[in-house]
């Protein structure tokens, strides 16, 4: 009787599991198909650039420093405006240094004066010791005499010249036509001596603008071969080259690129042995005055242009592990994960060394929907690349 029971039950239990698979069947057939955003891989030409991070200086930046010490009188300028070369700046207190030149005057008369005396003493023994009226000993010392006035003043008349120049430093001018910054004394303050202030302003020169920048050692290597030929046999860079005419883009702390492009003036003569990396300086035009001395900016440097490049939206790729995959939509409709090779960011996309080949379709969006060996349906899709260069 038992047996007829367990007999009915496992019956039973076979008519639903056919059941419920049939209907499973039945739902997986009756699934859509998903359809899923892909875009066509990219191929073209495009310049691969290096970005280094830099500093903005004036093509000229000139400190105006106190050479001599006293009180300052005056500050003859508008701070942050522009300066005429030889415009006043500053004068400081210049009746000690009007005393001493006064007083030198003095002394240059005076050995003037010795010097004639001496010269006529000269000019009274000659004749009298050709006729052997004096001896040749008071001859003699009437030369050294005259010789002696003649050293007291140029002496003096050296002292006299170095006190001018002193008190000429007493007012102090713009050597070029420049930018004048905010001053560091005021008037009535002593300045010229330490801890008071001895450099005063800045003028710079902001009508064209140095880029400072550092290359590691390996960076060098790698620029200064694609860069050959910008350098002479003398090692110096090669202003004429064409290669190194205009070919660095400033971008600037909000992100804009400025609108002239640079040249690089010169490499540093050595390796910095505690940094390991070498200085670049590059050149500005900043005819609307943009660009301030101390600003922060980032160097690009286009070093090659990459022929026939594939490239894919960075959002095509998922990165595991420093392994990088995307999907592809291969035939049949059928997704298929596949790793790449990734050899350097352009913008917001990727350029891809190998894995991808041009017209393959590769998965942009629903990442997440899909999994090798799913089927999908795909929608071509265009990507607005926010890198204006593509």
């Not at 739902?27 to 891989?41: F, G, K, L, W």
């Not at 170095?162 to 560091?184: A, D």
């Not at 620029?223 to 600037?252: H, K, M």
Request: hydrophobic share 40%; glycine share 6%.
């Amino acid at each position: 009787m038992k047996s007829i029971y367990f007999s009915h039950i496992l019956i039973l239990i076979c008519i639903g599991s056919v059941f419920f698979t049939s209907c499973k069947d039945k739902s997986i057939a009756a699934r859509p198909i998903p359809e899923i955003q892909v875009i066509n891989v990219i191929k073209k030409d495009v310049p691969l650039n290096r970005e280094f991070v830099g500093q903005v200086y004036g093509f000229q930046d000139i400190p105006i420093r106190a050479r001599v010490e006293g009180f300052l009188l005056g500050v003859h300028f508008e701070e942050g405006y522009p300066v005429k070369k030889g415009q006043l700046l500053y004068t400081i207190d210049s009746q000690p240094f009007e005393t001493q030149v006064a007083s030198l005057e003095s002394t240059v008369a005076e050995a003037q004066t010795y010097l004639v005396n001496a010269e006529n003493e000269l000019a009274r023994y000659k004749p009298l010791a050709e006729i052997n009226a004096v001896s040749k000993s008071d001859l003699d010392a009437a030369q050294a005499s005259r010789d002696a006035a003649v050293s007291s003043v140029e002496a003096a008349q050296a002292n006299l010249r170095m006190s001018q120049i002193q008190l000429g430093y007493t007012r102090i001018s713009s050597p070029i036509n420049g930018l004048i910054g905010k001053t560091e004394a005021r008037t009535g303050e002593f300045v010229g001596r330490e801890p008071n202030p001895v450099i005063l302003n800045v003028v710079s020169d902001i009508s064209k603008m140095r880029v400072e920048f550092f290359l590691t050692e390996a960076e060098y290597l790698s620029i200064a071969r694609d860069f050959e030929q910008s350098v002479s046999d003398d090692g110096t860079v090669d202003r004429q080259n064409p290669n190194n005419q205009g070919n660095l883009t400033l971008i600037l702390a909000d992100g804009t690129i400025y609108e002239e492009k640079g040249s690089v003036e010169f490499l540093g003569r050595a390796i910095d042995s505690e940094t390991g990396s070498i200085l670049v300086q590059a050149s500005f035009n900043n005819n609307k005055g943009l660009l301030r001395p101390g600003m922060y900016a980032k160097i690009r440097v286009e070093f090659e242009i990459a022929e026939d490049a594939i490239l894919i939206p960075q959002k095509c790729v998922t990165e595991l592990q420093g392994q990088y995959s995307v999907f592809v939509v291969e035939k049949g409709n059928m997704v298929k994960a596949r790793q790449v090779k990734v050899l350097d960011k352009i913008g917001d996309l990727w350029l891809i060394k190998e894995g991808l080949a041009a017209n393959e379709q590769v998965v942009i969006d629903g990442l997440q929907k899909v999994a090798t060996g799913m089927e999908i349906r795909p929608v071509v899709t265009t990507f607005d690349s926010q890198n204006s260069e593509n």
